[in-house]
């Protein structure tokens, strides 16, 4: 079972950049496939970005691509989400989760193909 914790959020103004952190624990953090989600205020969680075990293939929303970038330290077991040209709509609580499990790539955008999350980070973006 891993443990994840979320850490590099803050306060930034449009078109600012923050890059998030999921450190992993507890267990082989390769096996996992790595998503980052983000809950909006009053909205449900949404799918952000995801990587695979070996980081090689990589997936993301519409509302991010070309924007952010998801990135997999294997031997530190941590996970990253390069957030750039960041606007107000980008303001949510951000949680990676990981699955051990096989995701399709349709899964893969789905909150409930994880099994494990950690406790958010907020990011908040002033215009």
């Known amino acids: 079972q891993v443990q994840l914790v979320e850490s590099g959020g803050g306060l930034v103004q449009a078109g600012g950049s923050l890059r998030l952190s999921c450190a992993a624990s507890?267990?082989?953090?390769?096996?996992?496939?790595m998503g980052w989600f983000r809950q909006p205020p009053g909205k449900e969680r949404e799918f952000v970005a995801a990587t695979s075990r070996s980081g090689n293939a990589k997936f993301y929303a519409d509302s991010v691509k070309g924007r952010f970038t998801i990135s997999r330290d294997n031997p530190k077991n941590t996970v990253y989400l390069q957030m750039n040209n960041l606007n107000a709509e980008d303001t949510a609580v951000y949680y990676c989760a990981g699955e051990r499990d096989p995701l399709t790539v349709q899964a893969m955008g789905v909150p409930f193909s994880y099994h494990y999350w950690g406790q958010g980070t907020q990011v908040t973006v002033s215009s």
């Open positions: 507890g267990s082989t953090f390769s096996n996992y496939v």
